[in-house]
């Protein structure tokens, strides 16, 4: 079965956060993390756009949020150091810069529920450009 452009990128920064970081990195799970497993990534596909770029060729904008998740009073801190981390190894990965062009975090945003335990999640939205085959979202345009 074939993979879009956009699947290639995600199994990239995935592979890339489990080396990079060394903690728990998941793909689109729904379920909380367990206290004992933070902090944690969870790793998940947004909204992205094609256009026409001509030729046969279309612009693929791929997004994706890269989720943190931290507990403890300094959760916060503990998230945004992790978000420097995976930013820094995203944007030095060779493999990674092959697959598209132009990668950005392009939010974040932060929030938080106290119970027994602070829990507190940092979602950094990222894009990053590839060119596409019109007929083919699996294939990269050169």
């Known amino acids: 079965m074939a993979e879009s452009v956009i699947e290639r990128i995600l199994a990239r920064v995935k592979v890339i956060l489990e080396l990079e970081l060394a903690i728990i990195v998941e793909r689109g ?14 790793l998940r596909r947004a909204s992205s756009t094609h256009e026409a770029f001509g030729g046969g060729t279309d612009r693929v904008l791929a997004s994706w949020s890269i989720e943190i998740n931290a507990a403890g009073p300094d959760w916060e801190t503990t998230a945004d150091m992790l978000h ?3 930013h820094a190894a995203l944007s030095n990965d060779a493999a990674l810069a092959a697959l598209g062009a132009g990668l950005r975090c392009t939010a974040t945003d932060c929030r938080s ?30």
Do not use: C, K, W
């Open 29 to 42: 799970r729904e379920d909380p993390f367990d206290l004992e497993d933070l902090p944690a990534i969870n």
């Open 113 to 142: 529920e106290s119970s027994e335990q602070i829990v507190g999640q940092l979602a950094a939205s990222y894009q990053m450009q590839v060119l596409s085959h019109t007929g083919d979202l699996g294939r990269r345009a050169r």
């Open 84 to 86: 420097v981390q995976a």
